[in-house]
């Protein structure tokens, strides 16, 4: 198996091809895997992004709340809060 860096790089590959699917399911397989606090964080937001281009608004939220409930940077903060507000 890929490590969890790598996991995280190829679902955002997937996400850039418009395999918003695809994406989802590895970062999904990512987060069960429970790697570093930050690591999750990360997925988090990006299975939020290809949860939200899947057109499902509800799991897209959820996943960009318990982003902007970790520690995240003011930039970060305010492209989850954009994000958030297109769900």
Known sequence: PLAPAARHGLALARYSEGRYADAAKLLDDLIASKPSADLVRQ?????????????????????????????????????????????
Do not use: H, I, M, V
């Open 43 to 87: 997925a988090r937001y990006a299975r939020g992004l290809s949860l939200r281009r899947q057109k499902k608004w509800q799991e897209a939220a959820a996943d960009l709340e318990a982003f902007l409930a970790a520690d995240a940077t003011p930039k970060e903060r305010s492209d989850a809060r954009f994000e958030l507000a297109l769900c």
